[in-house]
């Protein structure tokens, strides 16, 4: 297993959650990663993105000043903060290793992708 993705649950409207994904050093060191969800009938939507070495970090409007995407890189860990959670929140969420050293906002972008993690928040 490349990405394994964890820490999806049950939560009220306001509360925080943090997701994490586990990744091989192959697909990650080196790599650009990125968060996606998705609600069924939909298509997958980005959610936050970091180039490899952090510097750069990138967020859908939605999520911006609620979500902080970060990675350990000596961990090979992806993780994402999520606080001020909305029912809108709700999905299955994705981490995503990219084919370069950057993140992308498009799904075409990533090669590898966790079994994602249901995050589901109630109003």
């Known amino acids: 297993v490349q990405l394994q993705a964890s820490g999806g649950g049950l939560v009220q409207t306001g509360d925080s959650l943090r997701l994490s994904c586990a990744a091989s050093?192959?697909?990650?060191?080196?790599?650009?990663m990125a968060w996606f969800r998705q609600v069924p009938g939909e298509e997958r939507e980005f959610v936050a993105g970091?180039?490899?070495?952090?510097?750069?970090?990138y967020y859908a409007d939605s999520v911006k000043a609620r979500f902080t995407i970060s990675r350990d890189n000596p961990k090979n860990m992806l993780y994402l903060q999520m606080n001020s959670l909305k029912p809108e929140d709700t999905a299955v969420y994705y981490c995503?290793?990219?084919?370069?050293?950057?993140?992308?906002?498009?799904?075409?972008?990533?090669?590898?992708w966790g079994q994602g993690t249901l995050v589901t928040v109630s109003s």
């Open positions: 995503a290793a990219a084919r370069s050293a950057v993140s992308s906002r498009q799904p075409s972008a990533y090669n590898y």
């Open positions: 050093r192959r697909v990650f060191s080196n790599n650009g």
């Open positions: 970091i180039d490899w070495r952090g510097g750069s970090r």
